[in-house]
Structure formats: C-alpha cells, structure tokens
C-alpha cells in the first residue's frame, strides 16, 4: 500500500474534482459542463462576421472569465494530486492546457503580422468540447469498445484499400484518359469515392465494361458502410455484458480511475482511495 501525504484539504477538493459520487462533485462537472459549451459556443458566435461590435466585446469578456476559471481548476487539478506528472502528460491534462492557453498567447503575440497566427490560436478553444468526454460515462465505455475493435477495422480498412487499389487500376485500364482517368491515383481516388457512396460525379465512366465495375462497386458499398458498425456494436454489447459495477473513485496519486464498488485501494498503484461518501 502506498501511503498518501495529501492534507486533508487536498482530499476535500481531490474528492469534488476528479470524482462525481458526491453531490459536490456532480455539482462540478455540471458547472464545468456549462462552461465548456459557453465558451465553444461564443466560439463559434465569434465567427461569424457583421455582428455589432458591442457583441463582439461581450464574447471577448466572457471568454475571458471563462478562460480564468478553466485556468484555477487546471491548477487545482494539480496541486490535489500527490504526483501531478500523471495528470499533466495524460490526455485529458494536455487537452486542458491547450484549451486554456491560446487566449494567453495572444497578449503576447501582438503586432499586425502576427494577426492571422493569434486568431488560428484562439480557434484552439474548441479544443475544450473534448473536455466533455471526461464527464459521460458512457464514454468510457465506448472507448473500450473502439479499441478492441481497432484489429479488425484496421484489416477491414486494408481490405477496402486492396479492392480500390484493384478496381482503381482496372479502370484505369479500361477507361483511359477520354473519361477523366488519367492515372491510378486518380482511379483509386473514384473506386475510394464510390466505394463510399459519396459520388462526387467529377469523374464517371462511359463505356459499358466500366459502368458493369462501378455498379458492382456501387452495390458493394452498401454492404461495406454495415460492417465497421458491426465490428463496435458486437464490442459495446460484449463490454455492456461483461461490465463489472464501478464507481468515478479516481487514484490521487497515480489518478487511475473505473475502481469497482467499495474498493478501498487504487487498482493500479495500492494508494488508498477516498471513501465515497453514501
């Protein structure tokens, strides 16, 4: 078991940050919920030109306190930990440091020149609705799902980058310049198009051996869009089964979470846990 050297007020805010079993705690990630679509929101209002500019410096106030606020619970977030490292080299730390600092960057990138860089910067904002990924649980979930699912999409997806390469190439073949196939790439690029129901329509076949292939094609990619959906449907069910009742108890020292109920120590490190008050 490793002993844990937070003060009790540590504890206190460990307990309402990184967990949602108390009402302290969901009252924060409700809280932060609201805040992180305000601020994507005022984004996007922010970008649209011809608003008055009384508009404009509302959003810019605003963006700033929220800004301000995301920057205390980024700091919160590390000194309630008994080793941050964990926190700020994770995902989710690296995701609330981008999302907090371009508004930062630009006071100190001023100047006309660098205009064009300070606005590409505050656009780093709506980094901030991954934040939301942090507080559904369903999520977690579904993450699990998409991973174990990575081998079989990967040789699925290289067996739809064979069929194109093949298709690609015989079109290439039979077509020829006259129907817009003026190489491979670009007959690859049709056979990924079609393949994918997208049909830009910049390039078609025109004689009937090539219009055969691009029904067949065609016909094809509906039964090719089902199976990637398949795949992660049969994991998330798999998972939904096999799901071991747990709770948000998350490590401060090490900042594991998914603990199982009543678990009294971190699963990954022996740190013990916080009890969750009832």
């Given at each position: 078991m490793v002993k844990s050297n937070l003060k009790p007020w540590q504890k206190v805010l460990h307990e309402i940050i990184y967990e949602a079993d108390t009402p302290a705690g969901?009252?924060?990630d409700v809280a932060l919920l609201i805040f992180i679509l305000a601020?994507?929101?005022?984004?996007?209002?922010?970008?649209?030109?011809?608003l008055p500019d009384q508009f404009y410096s509302v959003l810019r106030t605003i963006e700033w306190v929220i800004t301000i606020l995301f920057t205390i619970e980024y700091i919160l977030r590390i000194i309630c930990l008994q080793n941050?490292?964990?926190?700020?080299l994770s995902f989710y730390g690296i995701i609330d440091f981008i999302s907090t600092i371009p508004l930062y960057l630009s006071l100190v990138l001023s100047g006309s020149s660098a205009l064009v860089t300070v606005r590409a910067l505050r656009l780093l904002r709506v980094f901030r609705i991954l934040k939301i990924t942090r507080y559904i649980g369903e999520a977690r979930r579904l993450r699990s799902a998409l991973q174990h699912s990575k081998p079989k999409i990967l040789i699925f997806l290289f067996a739809v980058l064979i069929v194109s390469?093949?298709?690609g190439t015989l079109m290439y073949l039979i077509e020829g310049d006259n129907s817009g196939f003026t190489s491979i790439p670009r007959g690859i690029y049709w056979a990924i198009v079609t393949l994918t129901t997208v049909g830009f329509g910049d390039i078609a076949p025109t004689t009937p051996l090539g219009q055969f292939i691009a029904s067949i094609l065609m016909i094809?990619?509906?039964g090719i869009i089902a199976?990637?959906?398949g795949i992660v449907s049969a994991e998330y069910a798999k998972h939904e089964l096999a799901d071991v009742p747990s709770n948000t108890q998350s490590c401060a020292h090490c900042g594991h979470h998914q603990h199982q109920d009543n678990a009294k120590f971190c699963l990954n490190c022996g740190s013990a846990l916080n009890a969750p008050e009832s």
């Open positions: 969901k009252y924060f601020s994507v929101a005022s984004v996007m209002i922010e970008s649209v030109k011809g941050p490292r964990h926190y700020i390469i093949i298709t094809l990619g509906y199976v990637p959906t």
